[in-house]
């Protein structure tokens, strides 16, 4: 049975099994993000990164739409600023933005995108940002800021071409096209696509699966494997041992090698 974990305005959030799932929740504008959601998303991921008890963590949409970007009603804002104070504004929205991104990638939990509906824009970077993307069936995907005279914001830059080569994350980004599931999977945009109706069940399997073992060896390879592209060898390494020391010391760890051992000495 899930347990409702939080009290928030524009998200839904409930705990089955060790796995949390914090739905945005402002249905009527496809969960566009605006700056009171963003706070309560960062808050979100804070509580779910303190509690123990969780192990994984699902990010998805209520309604029909996963997330179609960033709320217009900022944009008009940014519009009608005086002129001087334009560049400055957004200067601090965009601190804002990355605070929340950083808040999805950061989390030393394992994060699945369970995308129910289209993912425009900043959707799509927030989706990027996690783990994993499993999507429903008849999903569209857009980088849309061209569109609006913008470049993605929200870590599309960095995570796309990780995900799908430096070419072609540029033309997805050039282009601004939608991209439906069948191509979001052959491109590695989004690692399984499922039925619309099997999308929360499957997303819930296999979180589960991704978060049975160890959860500071958990943390710590996801730490690491987060920098591999910008390390080299050596670096990675270093952080395997400095990681490993730590892992030595776990109860985790301990319990596994006492069971083996017991179980290989009869």
């Known amino acids: 049975m899930d347990i409702v ?124 940002a996690c783990d994993f993307i499993i999507a429903a069936e008849g999903v569209k995907l857009s980088m849309s800021f061209i569109k609006r005279g913008l470049v993605s914001d929200g870590g599309g830059m960095y995570f796309l071409p990780r995900r799908v080569g430096l070419s072609r994350a540029k033309e997805l980004i050039f282009s601004a096209r939608i991209v439906e599931t069948p191509e979001a999977l052959a491109i590695g945009m989004i690692d399984r696509c499922v039925a619309p109706e099997a999308r929360a069940e499957a997303a819930q399997a296999w979180a589960e699966q991704l978060s049975f073992g160890s959860s500071t060896a958990l943390a710590l390879s996801k730490q690491i494997l987060d920098k591999t592209f910008e390390s080299s060898d050596e670096q990675v390494f270093a952080l395997g041992r400095e990681a490993q020391a730590i892992c030595y010391t776990t109860a985790e760890h301990r319990a596994s090698v006492e069971a083996f051992l017991n179980k290989t000495a009869k």
């Not at 009527?28 to 998303?41: C, F, G, K, P």
């Not at 990355?98 to 030393?108: E, F, L, M, T």
């Open 5 to 128: 974990a939080q009290d928030y305005s524009y998200l839904l959030v409930s705990d089955l099994n060790g796995v949390r799932t914090i739905t945005l929740n402002r249905p009527e504008v496809r969960n566009a993000i605006h700056d009171a959601m963003r706070a309560e998303l960062i808050d979100a991921f804070a509580q779910a990164e303190a509690d123990t008890a969780v192990k994984a963590i699902i990010m998805t949409g209520a309604g029909k739409g996963f997330c179609s970007g960033g709320d217009i009603g900022g944009m008009r804002a940014r519009l009608d600023a005086p002129q001087d104070q334009v560049a400055f504004n957004g200067w601090k929205r965009q601190k804002s933005t990355h605070r929340g991104v950083a808040a999805i990638h950061g989390v030393s939990k394992p994060v699945i995108a369970a995308v129910n509906g289209a993912a425009f824009g900043l959707g799509l970077d927030m989706a990027l």
